[in-house]
């Protein structure tokens, strides 16, 4: 079985400042890895994904994810954020092999202030 | 290309009635995933459907159904309301082709309420 884990529950910053989210899973088999963002009262956009190659993938808006198999690990980062970035953002695991079920952590809240 | 719309947005039901919700799949995709998503939760996935036919399920209990129709849009059915039920109800579609893996993209969600 699959899970994962998200570090932080809430991540407040300043606008134009970098910021990591935190994405830990747990998996006996090879997994996809995606992360998710949700604007309020809306569904779930991708922001990118991790299937195979090379360990840092680039999504839209200028994030970007670093896979590391050693510490099962999948960080979110952005080096300068926005404060139309203020959203929840989910870390999600697939197995690779069978299914399109996500799973999902419990979610960061990314709070962007002037 | 219309994406994934769901119906309706919002529903309010009373303990012990049961519900349907309504999925609309993008267009050329030919499965359906249901997530149950309480709130300050990350999504949980109740089932999929391929073809018509369920080939996935989370750890829901059988009052929890659904239906994928020839058009391959997709019903969620929940019987027996129960409080704990109050969610967003995200339906996600992808095309499914020889077991490669192909992204979901999800609907707004229903935003069920059981008082």
């Known amino acids: 079985a699959q899970s994962v884990t998200q570090l932080d529950s809430q991540v407040p910053v300043f606008e134009e400042a970098p910021v990591e989210l935190r994405c830990n899973y747990s998996?006996?088999?090879?997994?996809?890895l995606f992360w998710y963002v949700q604007y309020p009262n809306q569904g779930l956009q991708l922001l990118l994904k991790?299937?195979?190659?090379?360990?840092l993938v680039k999504g839209i808006n200028g994030f970007e994810a670093e896979f590391n198999k050693s510490q099962t690990s999948f960080h979110l980062r952005k080096p300068s954020v926005h404060i139309s970035d203020t959203a929840e953002y989910f870390c999600a695991v697939r197995h690779n092999q069978a299914g399109t079920a996500l799973i999902f952590g419990k979610g960061t809240t990314l709070s962007v202030s002037s | 290309e219309t994406g994934v719309t769901q119906s309706p947005t919002h529903l309010i039901k009373t303990r012990g009635q049961q519900v349907t919700l309504r999925c609309s799949s993008q267009?050329?995709?030919?499965?359906v995933s249901w997530y149950q998503q309480a709130l300050g939760q990350g999504p949980q996935f109740i089932f999929q459907?391929?073809?018509?036919?369920?080939?996935g399920r989370g750890n829901f209990p059988p009052r929890f159904s659904g239906l994928q129709f020839p058009n391959y849009s997709s019903e969620l059915n929940v019987n027996a309301l129960e409080l704990d039920d109050s969610a967003l109800y995200l339906c996600?579609?992808?095309?499914?082709?020889?077991?490669?893996?192909?992204?979901?993209?999800f609907g707004p969600g229903t935003r069920l309420t059981v008082l």
């Open positions: 267009s050329g995709h030919n499965t």
């Open positions: 998996s006996s088999v090879s997994v996809y």
């Open positions: 459907y391929y073809r018509e036919e369920e080939n």
């Open positions: 996600a579609s992808s095309l499914a082709s020889g077991g490669l893996y192909n992204e979901q993209f």
């Open positions: 991790y299937l195979s190659g090379s360990t």
